[in-house]
Each structure stands twice: as structure tokens, then as C-alpha cells.
């Protein structure tokens, strides 16, 4: 079945590097995404790798992926308070075409 | 371009009353979704439309719930003879989809359901 599995909660230090991870059980998916979600706004899309990739840099975000073992990592590099949020990633269920996304990871930036 | 635009924001109303949510996605996406959320969870997908198909509904879905899009534009969620469980979050989400692009959904703000 479809399922997307990720930690609750993160806490770290302005400056440091953020590592989010996710675990996902859908082989099939063409891509992976991350979303973030602000208190009071909608999802938004920050990234997303395509399945045949191993990993993928965008500007202070880097995804990983290891499709083996289906884990997908966001790290966040400098983490500034203003990235405090909830991130979900997301798998595409290819033969449904809709997302299905996971628990979500509250991340904590704290000075 | 507003982006995905849904009313009302927050709907407060007693059990066994009917709510209707209304959604207007990005002008030019052909698919919109329908998600819901409770807290401390992620979005749960409920159902979703190309154009003005319904091409697949969630078991979530009960029959109290019904969604509709009859011009492949706007859509509104209904739920009937509403119950306490339904509190949640709505999301609506569009795309466009053209085949082999990346899936991306754009959402909107929500639409909270307190039900008393």
C-alpha cells in the first residue's frame, strides 16, 4: 500500500544545517516532492527530485534519495529562523496521479 | 495570477448541518484536488478532477460528501448532515496536467471546518 512515514519533530540552532527524513513504500513513483507548510498558509512547493535521480541541489536545499532502501532526505543548509515550519514530502502514486504525502516534520530554528 | 483561491477560510457550524466549500483554482490548471487535513497530520487526498471529470474519489470519501466541478472550473465540496469527525482542514490544490511534467500542485489557504 501506499504509505509516507516521517519524524514529528526537529529542533535546531540558527546557522546550522537541517536534515529532514522520510521514508516512503511506493517503488512505482516517478517523483518525490517537499512541501512547507507556514501557520496560516496553504503548502508550498520548495523542491522535488525526479526518481531516477540520487540527488539534487537547489540553492540551500540538497534531496537525497536512495531509492533501495525508499528514503528521501531534505537537508537545509544555514537554517534561518524563517524556515520554521512544518515539511511534508510527498510521493506521486503513478497509476492515480495524485499525491500522497506524509505526517509532516515540524522544524524548529531557535537562536 | 491570484493562485488557488478557497471560501470560506473558516466555517463554523452544528452537527448535522451542511457546509459547502467552494474552490477556484489557477485559470489555466485542468486538474483540482480535494484534501483534507487534521492536526498533527498530512493532507489526505479525498478526490480529484480533470476538467469537469471526476476521475477518482477516496474511500474517505462517504456519501454524506460530494464534490462537483460542472464547468472544469471552480468546484465546491459539500458534506452533508455534517459530523464532529469531519473538523478539519479542507485543501483544494490545482495542476496542470499535460503528461510527463512533474506533478506539482499548487494549494490553497484552506478551508477550516469546526463542527460543534
Known amino acids: 500500500g501506499e504509505d509516507v512515514e516521517q519524524s514529528l519533530f526537529l529542533s535546531v540552532r540558527e546557522g546550522d544545517s537541517s536534515v529532514i527524513n522520510c521514508t516512503y513504500t511506493?517503488?512505482?513513483?516517478?517523483?518525490l516532492y517537499w512541501y512547507k507548510q507556514e501557520p496560516g498558509a496553504g503548502l508550498q512547493l520548495l523542491t522535488y527530485?525526479?526518481?531516477?535521480?540520487d540527488m539534487k541541489q537547489d540553492q540551500r536545499l540538497t534531496v537525497l534519495l536512495n531509492k533501495k532502501d525508499k528514503h528521501l532526505s531534505l537537508r537545509i543548509a544555514d537554517t534561518q529562523t524563517g524556515d520554521s515550519a512544518i515539511y511534508f514530502c510527498?510521493?506521486?502514486?503513478?497509476?492515480?496521479?495524485?499525491?500522497?504525502f506524509g505526517t509532516g516534520t515540524r522544524l524548529q530554528v531557535f537562536p | 495570477d491570484t493562485g488557488v483561491s478557497q471560501n470560506p477560510r473558516h466555517k463554523i457550524t452544528k452537527r448535522g448541518q451542511n457546509v459547502t466549500f467552494r474552490c477556484d483554482p489557477i485559470?489555466?490548471?485542468?486538474?483540482l484536488y480535494w484534501y483534507r487535513q487534521t492536526l498533527g497530520q498530512g493532507p489526505e487526498f479525498l478526490t480529484y478532477?480533470?476538467?469537469?471529470?471526476?476521475?477518482?474519489k477516496s474511500r474517505l470519501l462517504s456519501d454524506r460528501f460530494s464534490a462537483e466541478r460542472p464547468k472544469g472550473s471552480f468546484s465546491t465540496l459539500e458534506i452533508q448532515r455534517t459530523e464532529q469527525g469531519d473538523s478539519a482542514m479542507y485543501l483544494c490544490?490545482?495542476?496542470?496536467?499535460?503528461?510527463?511534467?512533474?506533478?506539482?500542485?499548487?494549494f490553497g489557504e484552506g478551508s477550516r471546518l469546526t463542527v460543534l
Open positions: 527530485i525526479f526518481s531516477n535521480m
Open positions: 478532477f480533470q476538467n469537469e471529470a471526476q476521475l477518482e
Open positions: 511506493d517503488s512505482s513513483s516517478t517523483y
Open positions: 490544490a490545482s495542476s496542470t496536467w499535460t503528461g510527463g511534467n512533474t506533478g506539482e500542485l499548487f
Open positions: 510527498a510521493e506521486n502514486a503513478v497509476y492515480t496521479d495524485k499525491l500522497i
Open positions: 485559470s489555466e490548471h485542468n486538474r
